[in-house]
């Protein structure tokens, strides 16, 4: 009998299934390598808007898996791993929001929700961003409603600066990109003279203040791909060295250590493989499957977005 080979295997289902395999920019190089496409975010959320395959496989963390389904009610949506959560989804709970909101009728807050939530905080959101696009759709924010940007506080108070607009932020973090430090980044800076450091928003100002320059990750292939330096420091989750070092060869890219580790992964994003790939294209589960009110109900925000960002 023939070796049993999982890449093979994979690609026999991806053809048998008529399946499309989406992977974030934080998943394992060998993820990355089998995916139709790489990207961030938005460029996932438009792929998956816009795929004609009877399955999404997707590569990344709930949330992203969630959000192709609610654009994709008729398709099959899988991800290899559905415990694969995100710190910053969790730090805002629908209910607390939905209580908040109630509370706070009377302002009549435009809702800006980040992408990395729950189908129930997008549900109560008037527009979605993601970090690619969260400068342009906050500009196009009502200008007589005040704006409260959840959950991420970080990716929103530099949203504010960049547009100069008070925003109400919602008390969320990432973990993964909290646990990088100025007094780290500031060592890197005094080993590495001259080298631009690029961040992602989702760090605490500290660390955002020593960036030349922050963006998505997708925006950083562009960036690195342009700037004339030949070295980087790249302040984000280590999966996306991979795709720099793919796709921007000749150059140097220096992970930006956390107190813990040498370089900084997300372990929830961590938590898909080949193997769990392969089951998953096998058993067509784990799927998603979506409350058909909640997801009507999340689908606009997240459509405006996509209008908004084009
Ligand atoms: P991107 O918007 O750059 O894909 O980032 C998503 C994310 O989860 C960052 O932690
Ligand atoms: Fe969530 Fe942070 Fe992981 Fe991104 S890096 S998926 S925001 S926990």
Redesign the pocket.
């Known amino acids: 009998m023939a070796p049993f080979d999982l890449k093979e295997e994979i690609l026999r289902l991806k053809e048998k299934r008529n399946a499309i395999i989406l992977a ?3 998943q394992t190089g060998d993820i990355q390598d089998m995916a139709d496409y790489v990207g ?3 460029g996932l959320a438009y792929k998956a808007q816009n795929t004609d395959c009877d399955v999404i496989a997707f590569c990344g963390v709930h949330f992203m898996a969630e959000t192709a389904k609610i654009l994709n009610p008729d398709k099959t949506v899988i991800l290899p791993d559905a415990d694969a959560g ?1 710190s910053l989804e969790a730090s805002c709970d629908a209910g607390e929001l939905e209580a908040f909101l109630k509370e706070n009728a009377h302002k009549n807050y435009y809702v800006v929700a980040y992408v ?1 939530c729950s189908i129930g905080v997008k549900a109560l959101a008037d527009v979605i961003v ?3 696009n969260a400068v342009k759709i906050v500009s196009q924010a009502p200008e007589d409603r005040p704006i409260l940007f959840v959950p991420d506080q970080n990716l929103g108070a530099w949203v504010s600066r960049q547009l100069g607009r008070p925003l109400e932020l919602w008390n969320g973090a ?1 973990h ?2 909290m646990e990088f430090t100025r007094d780290q980044i500031l060592a890197l800076k005094e080993k590495h003279p001259g080298v631009p450091v690029v961040a ?1 928003p ?1 760090c605490t100002e500290a660390v955002r203040l020593l960036a030349d320059h922050i963006c ?3 925006k950083m292939i562009p960036y690195c791909t342009e700037n004339p330096a030949k070295s980087f420091i790249i302040v984000t ?1 280590s999966g996306i060295l991979h795709r720099l070092r793919k796709l921007v060869p000749g150059k140097e890219f220096i992970p930006a250590p956390t107190e813990q580790c040498s370089c900084s992964t ?1 372990p929830y994003m961590k938590m898909n493989t080949l193997e769990k790939l392969y089951l998953a294209l096998r058993d067509l589960s784990p799927a998603v499957e979506l409350p058909k009110d909640l997801r009507r109900r999340a689908e606009a925000p997240l459509l405006r977005m996509l209008e908004q960002s084009q």
Request: glycine letters at 4%.
């Open positions: 974030h920019s934080y961030d975010s938005l995100c990395n993601t970090s690619g990432c993964v990109h992602h989702e998505s990750t997708e989750e997300c």
